[in-house]
Protein backbone atom coordinates (compact mmCIF):
# COMPACT_ATOMS: atom_id res chain seq x y z
CA UNK A 1 0.00 0.00 0.00
CA UNK A 2 2.90 2.72 0.91
CA UNK A 3 4.65 1.81 -2.48
CA UNK A 4 1.70 2.31 -4.08
CA UNK A 5 1.14 5.54 -2.99
CA UNK A 6 4.49 6.72 -3.06
CA UNK A 7 4.84 5.73 -7.10
CA UNK A 8 1.13 7.92 -7.32
CA UNK A 9 2.48 11.12 -5.21
CA UNK A 10 6.03 10.52 -7.48
CA UNK A 11 3.23 10.67 -10.66
CA UNK A 12 1.57 13.67 -9.37
CA UNK A 13 4.53 15.44 -8.61
CA UNK A 14 6.53 14.97 -11.86
CA UNK A 15 3.37 15.62 -13.70
CA UNK A 16 3.14 18.65 -12.23
CA UNK A 17 6.91 19.80 -13.17
CA UNK A 18 5.94 18.50 -17.03
CA UNK A 19 3.37 20.80 -17.19
CA UNK A 20 5.52 23.82 -15.30
CA UNK A 21 8.28 22.98 -17.78
CA UNK A 22 6.09 22.67 -21.29
CA UNK A 23 4.31 26.18 -20.06
CA UNK A 24 7.83 27.74 -19.43
CA UNK A 25 9.10 26.76 -22.90
CA UNK A 26 6.30 28.20 -24.86
CA UNK A 27 6.46 31.22 -22.63
CA UNK A 28 10.23 31.82 -23.17
CA UNK A 29 11.25 34.40 -25.70
CA UNK A 30 13.48 31.89 -27.72
CA UNK A 31 14.46 28.60 -27.99
CA UNK A 32 15.54 27.21 -24.23
CA UNK A 33 17.76 23.94 -24.35
CA UNK A 34 18.05 23.15 -20.90
CA UNK A 35 14.13 23.01 -20.28
CA UNK A 36 14.26 20.90 -23.06
CA UNK A 37 16.81 18.30 -21.39
CA UNK A 38 14.90 18.90 -18.29
CA UNK A 39 11.61 17.73 -19.66
CA UNK A 40 13.54 15.15 -21.50
CA UNK A 41 14.51 13.57 -17.87
CA UNK A 42 10.89 13.99 -16.38
CA UNK A 43 9.52 11.88 -18.69
CA UNK A 44 12.16 9.29 -17.97
CA UNK A 45 11.19 9.46 -14.69
CA UNK A 46 7.83 9.39 -15.23
CA UNK A 47 8.03 6.31 -17.37
CA UNK A 48 10.24 5.01 -14.77
CA UNK A 49 7.65 4.41 -12.13
CA UNK A 50 4.99 3.72 -14.66
CA UNK A 51 5.99 1.02 -16.23
CA UNK A 52 9.10 -1.97 -16.53
CA UNK A 53 11.89 -1.12 -19.06
CA UNK A 54 10.50 -2.85 -22.58
CA UNK A 55 12.83 -5.27 -24.14
CA UNK A 56 13.52 -4.71 -27.92
CA UNK A 57 10.00 -4.92 -29.25
CA UNK A 58 8.99 -1.36 -28.76
CA UNK A 59 9.96 1.01 -31.66
CA UNK A 60 9.97 5.03 -32.23
CA UNK A 61 10.20 6.05 -35.21
CA UNK A 62 11.56 9.53 -36.03
CA UNK A 63 13.16 10.20 -32.66
CA UNK A 64 15.47 13.13 -33.62
CA UNK A 65 17.13 13.74 -30.57
CA UNK A 66 14.46 12.54 -27.66
CA UNK A 67 16.38 8.63 -26.95
CA UNK A 68 13.62 6.53 -25.14
CA UNK A 69 15.67 3.81 -23.15
CA UNK A 70 14.50 0.20 -23.92
CA UNK A 71 12.72 1.19 -27.63
CA UNK A 72 14.78 1.05 -30.22
CA UNK A 73 15.07 4.67 -31.91
CA UNK A 74 14.95 5.40 -35.73
CA UNK A 75 15.60 8.34 -37.70
CA UNK A 76 16.94 9.22 -40.89
CA UNK A 77 19.76 11.35 -39.41
CA UNK A 78 22.17 9.68 -36.89
CA UNK A 79 21.80 11.10 -33.93
CA UNK A 80 23.49 10.34 -30.53
CA UNK A 81 19.57 9.38 -29.74
CA UNK A 82 19.58 7.05 -33.02
CA UNK A 83 19.59 2.75 -32.81
CA UNK A 84 19.01 2.23 -36.65
CA UNK A 85 19.09 5.07 -39.14
CA UNK A 86 16.58 4.78 -41.59
CA UNK A 87 14.64 6.36 -44.34
CA UNK A 88 11.38 6.14 -42.99
CA UNK A 89 9.81 6.95 -46.26
CA UNK A 90 11.39 3.56 -47.41
CA UNK A 91 10.28 -0.06 -46.20
CA UNK A 92 10.89 -0.20 -42.40
CA UNK A 93 14.20 -2.48 -42.03
CA UNK A 94 12.07 -5.01 -39.46
CA UNK A 95 10.49 -8.26 -39.86
CA UNK A 96 6.26 -8.77 -40.07
CA UNK A 97 4.77 -8.89 -36.28
CA UNK A 98 7.94 -8.00 -34.75
CA UNK A 99 6.62 -5.13 -32.63
CA UNK A 100 4.59 -4.78 -29.47
CA UNK A 101 4.54 -1.27 -29.64
CA UNK A 102 4.76 1.61 -31.89
CA UNK A 103 5.44 5.63 -31.19
CA UNK A 104 5.70 8.30 -33.88
CA UNK A 105 5.61 12.32 -33.18
CA UNK A 106 6.30 15.16 -35.24
CA UNK A 107 6.95 12.84 -38.39
CA UNK A 108 3.86 12.14 -40.80
CA UNK A 109 3.61 15.69 -41.33
CA UNK A 110 6.98 15.94 -43.27
CA UNK A 111 6.26 13.14 -45.75
CA UNK A 112 3.81 13.33 -48.58
CA UNK A 113 0.74 11.77 -48.44
CA UNK A 114 2.37 8.73 -50.75
CA UNK A 115 4.69 8.48 -48.71
CA UNK A 116 3.14 8.25 -45.29
CA UNK A 117 0.71 6.22 -46.22
CA UNK A 118 3.45 3.53 -47.01
CA UNK A 119 5.02 4.31 -43.79
CA UNK A 120 1.26 3.32 -41.78
CA UNK A 121 0.74 0.64 -44.26
CA UNK A 122 4.72 -0.65 -42.58
CA UNK A 123 3.44 0.15 -39.67
CA UNK A 124 0.90 -1.82 -39.44
CA UNK A 125 3.28 -4.94 -41.04
CA UNK A 126 5.75 -4.35 -38.53
CA UNK A 127 2.90 -4.66 -35.75
CA UNK A 128 1.87 -7.97 -33.88
CA UNK A 129 -1.84 -8.91 -34.43
CA UNK A 130 -3.08 -6.58 -30.73
CA UNK A 131 0.14 -4.33 -31.62
CA UNK A 132 -0.44 -0.41 -30.75
CA UNK A 133 0.63 2.42 -32.90
CA UNK A 134 0.53 5.62 -30.73
CA UNK A 135 0.73 8.69 -33.54
CA UNK A 136 0.95 12.67 -32.70
CA UNK A 137 0.93 15.03 -35.77
CA UNK A 138 -0.15 18.18 -36.04
CA UNK A 139 -3.93 19.02 -36.42
CA UNK A 140 -5.50 21.31 -39.57
CA UNK A 141 -8.59 21.80 -37.55
CA UNK A 142 -7.33 23.68 -34.69
CA UNK A 143 -4.40 24.93 -36.36
CA UNK A 144 -7.39 26.91 -38.45
CA UNK A 145 -9.64 27.37 -35.92
CA UNK A 146 -7.01 28.49 -33.20
CA UNK A 147 -4.27 30.06 -34.84
CA UNK A 148 -6.39 31.80 -37.69
CA UNK A 149 -9.95 31.87 -37.40
CA UNK A 150 -10.10 32.88 -33.37
CA UNK A 151 -6.59 33.06 -33.10
CA UNK A 152 -5.79 32.90 -29.32
CA UNK A 153 -2.82 35.30 -27.71
CA UNK A 154 -0.34 32.25 -26.67
CA UNK A 155 -0.25 30.87 -30.05
CA UNK A 156 0.59 33.62 -31.84
CA UNK A 157 2.85 35.05 -29.11
CA UNK A 158 4.61 31.11 -30.10
CA UNK A 159 4.62 31.88 -33.60
CA UNK A 160 5.70 35.29 -33.38
CA UNK A 161 8.76 34.10 -30.93
CA UNK A 162 9.90 30.68 -32.75
CA UNK A 163 8.54 31.09 -36.30
CA UNK A 164 8.56 34.77 -36.39
CA UNK A 165 5.50 35.14 -37.90
CA UNK A 166 2.81 37.41 -35.80
CA UNK A 167 -0.30 37.54 -36.89
CA UNK A 168 -2.69 34.52 -37.45
CA UNK A 169 -2.51 34.85 -41.60
CA UNK A 170 1.71 34.06 -41.23
CA UNK A 171 1.10 32.00 -37.82
CA UNK A 172 -1.01 29.53 -39.95
CA UNK A 173 1.26 29.56 -42.87
CA UNK A 174 4.42 28.99 -40.64
CA UNK A 175 2.83 25.89 -38.60
CA UNK A 176 1.50 24.49 -42.26
CA UNK A 177 4.61 25.16 -44.11
CA UNK A 178 7.41 24.67 -40.86
CA UNK A 179 10.13 26.49 -43.36
CA UNK A 180 9.10 24.23 -45.86
CA UNK A 181 9.75 21.07 -43.98
CA UNK A 182 6.10 19.85 -43.89
CA UNK A 183 4.24 17.90 -46.72
CA UNK A 184 0.58 17.45 -45.12
CA UNK A 185 -1.04 18.26 -42.18
CA UNK A 186 -4.18 15.96 -41.00
CA UNK A 187 -7.41 16.28 -39.10
CA UNK A 188 -9.15 13.92 -37.36
CA UNK A 189 -11.25 12.44 -40.10
CA UNK A 190 -9.00 12.24 -42.93
CA UNK A 191 -6.50 10.32 -40.43
CA UNK A 192 -8.48 8.12 -39.29
CA UNK A 193 -9.93 6.71 -42.56
CA UNK A 194 -6.36 6.56 -43.84
CA UNK A 195 -5.40 4.29 -40.97
CA UNK A 196 -8.83 2.39 -40.55
CA UNK A 197 -8.28 1.69 -44.81
CA UNK A 198 -4.97 -0.04 -44.01
CA UNK A 199 -6.95 -2.20 -41.26
CA UNK A 200 -6.34 -0.09 -37.80
CA UNK A 201 -8.93 0.39 -35.46
CA UNK A 202 -8.23 3.58 -34.41
CA UNK A 203 -9.01 5.87 -30.99
CA UNK A 204 -8.42 9.38 -30.46
CA UNK A 205 -6.56 10.20 -26.90
CA UNK A 206 -4.36 12.99 -25.17
CA UNK A 207 -0.85 13.67 -24.04
CA UNK A 208 0.76 11.29 -22.31
CA UNK A 209 -2.58 9.53 -21.51
CA UNK A 210 -3.02 5.59 -22.55
CA UNK A 211 -4.63 2.52 -21.88
CA UNK A 212 -1.26 0.64 -22.39
CA UNK A 213 1.51 1.55 -19.63
CA UNK A 214 4.33 1.44 -22.09
CA UNK A 215 2.42 4.25 -24.34
CA UNK A 216 2.63 6.41 -21.44
CA UNK A 217 4.74 9.44 -20.69
CA UNK A 218 6.13 9.51 -24.56
CA UNK A 219 4.71 12.94 -26.05
CA UNK A 220 6.62 15.74 -26.23
CA UNK A 221 4.41 18.24 -27.07
CA UNK A 222 0.74 19.57 -25.53
CA UNK A 223 -0.07 23.28 -27.15
CA UNK A 224 -3.28 22.27 -28.08
CA UNK A 225 -2.79 21.81 -31.91
CA UNK A 226 -2.27 18.02 -32.38
CA UNK A 227 -3.92 14.88 -32.99
CA UNK A 228 -3.24 11.97 -30.48
CA UNK A 229 -4.02 8.50 -31.89
CA UNK A 230 -3.68 5.65 -30.67
CA UNK A 231 -4.09 3.02 -34.13
CA UNK A 232 -4.62 -1.42 -32.94
CA UNK A 233 -3.74 -3.84 -35.53
CA UNK A 234 -6.30 -6.20 -34.77
CA UNK A 235 -5.46 -9.61 -33.10
CA UNK A 236 -7.21 -11.14 -36.46
CA UNK A 237 -8.54 -9.68 -39.78
CA UNK A 238 -7.84 -7.47 -42.94
CA UNK A 239 -4.45 -7.62 -44.77
CA UNK A 240 -2.67 -4.24 -44.63
CA UNK A 241 -4.30 -2.03 -47.12
CA UNK A 242 -7.38 -3.82 -47.78
CA UNK A 243 -10.48 -1.80 -46.70
CA UNK A 244 -11.84 -2.96 -43.21
Same mark, same amino acid.
Given at each position: ???????????????????????????? #?????? &?? %??? =? @?? $?????????????????????????????????????????????????????????????????????? #?????? &?? %??? =? @?? $?????????????????????????????????????????????????????????????????????????????????? @????????????????????????????????????
Amino acid at each position: MLNRFSKHLGLFRVGRRLRRLQRAYYRA #PAKNEA &LI %VDY =F @RA $LEHARSLTMPMPHGRCLHLGCEDHRIEGWINVDIVRTGAVDVQADLSRPLPFPDGAMDFIHSEDLLEHLE #PDAGRT &LL %VEC =F @RV $LRPGGVMRLLTPDLEHLVTDVYLYPRARHLAWSDAYLGAPTPCEALNAHCRMGGEHRFIYDFGHLARALESIGFRVRRTAWN @RSRHPCLRYLDLRDFGLNLFLEATKPATGNAAGEAP
